[in-house]
């Protein structure tokens, strides 16, 4: 059989490279099958995408987000009905996680889909495809699910150094600033507003040589100096994952090469010992520039809710010590859940006050009951969630218990996220925001466009500072309507001017190179 395997993105201006088909592909042909990897783009149409389905190849899989399932669905359509005795099949974390959902939906149309990663299910399956027939192939596989087979199936947790590296060809044709990698699997916390599988035992991580050595590779190939580590947490498993960063870090460093990494990293695990701080401030001469942090909360109920490990102590704790050690700390944030309070909201937004945010997301952020996550079943439970819930896009799901919170957070859904110049802002800010973390790294003469940049973001915060005062400390809405207009218009002054440093930086790297 040859396999085409495709990566869905809403932007083609945007696009990233999907780690996991790539990963996928590379095992397949290690196995001498034929594969093909193939970009789609929702803004470019379902007709350009049609256009990309190679009628040569007899089985399709595509790469599966909610967002994207009734394009895919399409285009799966479209499979099933032109090309002759073909297969259709999705993988993904949220292709697992909604599996009976999607194929009650869809199951004529696609013929199984992927538990967990998907390397030895997709092996084993194109080898029983050979002499059994589909039924039998899927009842034979414990780690594939389909319409007509869904009893004693479990996912897939393939220890990562089971596996190969990824096949990089999306680099190699793609003028692109940064890659990705991927240096382990799992997760060591339990947030309840994720789905990934969190069971200790099924971490696995790669050894700091084997890392290494594929950065080498993609520079010797590439030339890209930025990295983005994609792990759920870097500092993963505990005391051995602080080991295993010192012992990258001295390997870095004696690299003749100078790289910038961003990376995850959550808030409860490094604090003020001599040790964390030895170690962060070894981190930053090898490179690592800017770390994401899963904060989510600025009050310490919420993050019970939320089961984050961190407490609020952590949260104040991590902000001030990645700014003392000169890495830049970028903060995922959630104001509104369904268990939001009056007095909760003012806790956040004290939060992002006290640390100068000035990223406008983390004023307005909802939190996103994914299907079967532990927060959804609890609002589930508690008739919280919406009667119009949508797996495939569960935003603004659910109803707040306080009334007053609720009408704070229609106001902001209709104000913000109603609104694609917002959410070019918000884009762009962190575009930038990632960027000049990684240039300061390797072009110390770039640090003008941060002062710049902190300019702005001096001007941001004061405007966000003075809105949503009205908003959380008075919940007063009409005010915040009566003075959005002047608020928004000072925003879009503020877009143009991170517009014109996001430009200017582009086009120093392009130059320096």
Not at 126 to 134: G, R
Not at 392 to 418: G, L, Q, R, T
Not at 439 to 468: M, P, R
Request: charged letters at 25%; a neutral charge; one cysteine or more.
């Amino acid at each position: 059989m040859k396999i085409q395997l495709f990566s869905v993105g809403e932007s083609s201006e945007i696009g990233t490279e999907n780690l996991g088909i790539s990963r996928i592909a590379k095992f397949l042909r290690m196995q001498n099958y034929e594969v093909k990897i193939s970009y789609l783009y929702m803004d470019l149409g379902v007709e350009h995408a049609i256009a990309n389905i190679d009628h040569k190849y007899d089985m399709f899989g595509f790469s599966c987000y909610g967002d994207y399932l009734d394009f895919i669905f399409c285009l799966s359509k479209y499979i099933k009905t032109k090309i002759n005795k073909s297969f259709v099949f999705l993988g993904s974390r949220f292709a697992t996680d909604c599996a009976e959902l999607i194929l009650e939906e869809a199951g004529d149309i696609i013929d199984f889909i992927v538990l967990g990663h998907g390397e030895y299910p997709l092996l084993q399956f194109l080898n029983d495809i050979k002499t059994k027939s589909l039924h039998e192939s899927i009842k034979n596989n414990q780690n594939i699910i389909s319409a007509f087979d869904k009893n004693n199936k479990k996912i897939c947790n393939s220890n990562i150094n089971s596996l190969p590296l990824p096949d990089r060809e999306y680099l190699n044709k793609k003028n692109k600033l940064y890659a990705n990698i991927c240096s382990a699997h799992g997760c060591l916390g339990a947030c309840s507003f994720c789905t990934i599988n969190n069971e200790k035992s099924k971490w696995s991580g790669r050894s700091p040589q084997d890392i290494v050595a594929e950065i080498q590779t993609i520079y010797k190939n590439t030339k890209l100096r930025f990295y983005s580590f994609v792990d759920p947490s870097f500092e993963d498993p505990g005391i051995d994952g602080k080991k295993r960063i010192e012992e990258l870090c001295v390997l870095l460093l004696n690299e003749p090469i100078k790289y910038a990494f961003t990376f995850y990293l959550r808030a409860n695990t490094f604090t003020y010992n001599d040790s964390d701080i030895k170690l962060l401030k070894l981190m930053k001469n090898a490179g690592f520039c800017g770390a994401f942090l899963g904060i989510e909360a600025g009050n310490d109920d919420d993050l019970k809710i939320y089961k984050k490990l961190a407490t609020l102590e952590d949260n104040n704790n991590i902000i001030s010590l990645l700014n003392d050690v000169g890495i830049t700390p970028l903060v995922g944030f959630i104001m509104f859940n369904p268990y939001s309070t009056k007095e909760k909201l003012i806790q956040n937004y004290n939060f992002l006050i006290n640390h100068k945010i000035s990223y406008l997301d983390n004023y307005i952020r909802c939190l996103i009951p994914h299907y079967n996550s532990s927060i959804y079943r609890r609002a589930k439970k508690d008739n919280l969630i919406k009667n119009d819930y949508n797996y495939k896009m569960p935003y603004w799901s659910f109803n707040c218990e306080d009334e007053i919170v609720n009408k704070i957070m229609s106001f902001v859904h209709n104000k913000f996220f109603n609104n694609q110049n917002m959410t070019n802002f918000i884009l762009d800010h962190l575009y930038i925001k990632y960027f000049l973390s990684y240039i300061k790294t390797i072009y110390k003469d770039a640090i003008s466009f941060e002062g710049k940049l902190k300019e702005i973001e001096n001007e941001l915060f004061e405007l966000h500072k003075l809105f949503f005062y009205d908003l959380y400390y008075f919940n007063d809405i009409e005010k915040c309507e009566y003075n959005y207009n002047d608020y928004e218009m000072k925003l879009k002054n503020c877009h143009i001017n991170i517009e014109n440093i996001k430009n200017k930086t582009l086009r120093y790297i392009i130059k320096s190179e």
